[in-house]
């Protein structure tokens, strides 16, 4: 298995003490992503932005968490056998999971590529298939996860942080 990792710039403390010491989160949420179902894909995602907005979450951190969340579902549905998005808020950050039943990504630093993209013509036709899915939910995360190889399940995770 491979593993990446990003971290914004003066979040490592931050996010140490998380990994380290999560405790219990305030609000547990999961979605079943389906394969290539663009109906239900997206889904979670705006639940979730729907529950941060009443909870009164600024709104650019409520973007960039819905950007991040809506790409990395996109992707479980386009690219992936189906999966889960299991989504976790805290006090002071959200943490959401996308895992999903594979086929795997075989080269992670090839796929954070803007640009680089494996969509079928299925996908594309819908419109998805840019490549600049996971580019974009590094540039809306204050930290990114993924671990995948070729013929296995991928996670993608990331957290982003309320102020
Ligand atoms: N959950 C996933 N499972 C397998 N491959 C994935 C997954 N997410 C992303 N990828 C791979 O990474 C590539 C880049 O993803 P992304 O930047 O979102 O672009 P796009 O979705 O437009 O192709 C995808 O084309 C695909 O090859
Ligand atoms: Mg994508």
Do not use: C
């Not at 979040?11 to 992503?33: C, H, I, P, T, W």
């Not at 009443?54 to 479980?76: F, H, K």
């Not at 899915?133 to 990331?158: C, Q, R, W, Y």
């Amino acid at each position: 298995m491979a593993e990446y990792w990003y971290i914004a710039e003066g979040f490592e403390e931050r996010l140490q003490n998380y990994l380290k010491d999560g405790g219990e989160s305030e609000v547990d949420l999961m979605f079943a992503v389906p394969e290539k179902d663009f109906n239900t894909a997206g889904k979670g995602s705006s639940e979730v932005k729907n529950l941060l907005k009443r909870l009164g979450v600024d709104s650019d951190i409520l973007r960039r968490i819905a950007v991040a969340s809506y790409e990395a579902e996109i992707n479980v549905a386009a690219h992936s056998q189906g999966g889960v998005m299991h989504s976790e808020i805290f006090d002071d950050l959200i943490h959401i999971r996308f895992e999903d039943e594979g086929p795997g990504i075989e080269d992670i630093e090839q796929a954070m590529v803007p640009g680089y993209s494996t969509a079928d013509e299925l996908v594309r036709e819908l419109g998805f298939g840019a490549g600049l899915g996971l580019p974009n939910i590094k540039k809306n995360s204050d930290a990114m996860h993924i671990v995948s190889a070729k013929g296995s399940p991928t996670l993608v995770e990331f957290i982003i942080f309320f102020a």
